[in-house]
Structure formats: structure tokens, C-alpha cells
């Protein structure tokens, strides 16, 4: 499985987000109850959120997203970047494998 970032961006579009923060959270548990998700954080200083998601291609990330009610109603827009998580099995990416996952 692999890992991907995934960066959402306000749109500034005027369109309330009342009424659908709920769904978008309901949403958002849903697919961290199944593991999709393992991370999901709001950003302090400026709109926007991130999410970590398990996937095995950048389109199965896509099709979530596709199911979001933010991203239905253009609230935000995203960047997807496949990530490679650095921990103590691959020494913190030190060393000639960088760009493989473990």
C-alpha cells in the first residue's frame, strides 16, 4: 500500500460551508474508521487541511476525494503527492533507497 499527501486549499468560493461540514467530517471518519486515512489536521494560520491516505495509485486517492462534500461543492481544491514515510525500518530514508517504499 501506498502513501499519499494530500493538501486542500480554500477556493474562496462564497458558497456557505454550513450544512456541509457535518457531511464532510462524517465523511472524513469514514474513511479513518476503514484505514483509508491515517492523519488528518487542520492548518493554525490559513484555511485549509491535510490528509494521509493509504491507496494503491494516485487515482483510487482521486476517486475519495471525488466523494468529498467540500470538494463536490468546489470549498477547496487539493494537491496530491505520493509520500514515502521515513521510520526505523528504512533508517529514516538514509541511504541509497530513498525513493522505495518499505
Known amino acids: 500500500m501506498n502513501k499519499f499527501l494530500v493538501n486542500y486549499k ?12 457535518k457531511k464532510h ?4 471518519k469514514s474513511l479513518y474508521k476503514n484505514k483509508t486515512i491515517t492523519f488528518a489536521a487542520v492548518f493554525k494560520s490559513k484555511p485549509g487541511a491535510m490528509l494521509i491516505f493509504n491507496a494503491s495509485s494516485y487515482e483510487e486517492v482521486e476517486n475519495f476525494l471525488q466523494q468529498d462534500p467540500f470538494i463536490e461543492k468546489n470549498i477547496y481544491e487539493y494537491v496530491i503527492e505520493e509520500i514515502i514515510e521515513g521510520n526505523e525500518d528504512n533508517n529514516f530514508l538514509l541511504g541509497k533507497n530513498k525513493t522505495k517504499s518499505s
Open 25 to 28: 467530517v462524517d465523511y472524513i
Open 10 to 21: 480554500s477556493t474562496n468560493n462564497n458558497m456557505s460551508k454550513k450544512g456541509l461540514v
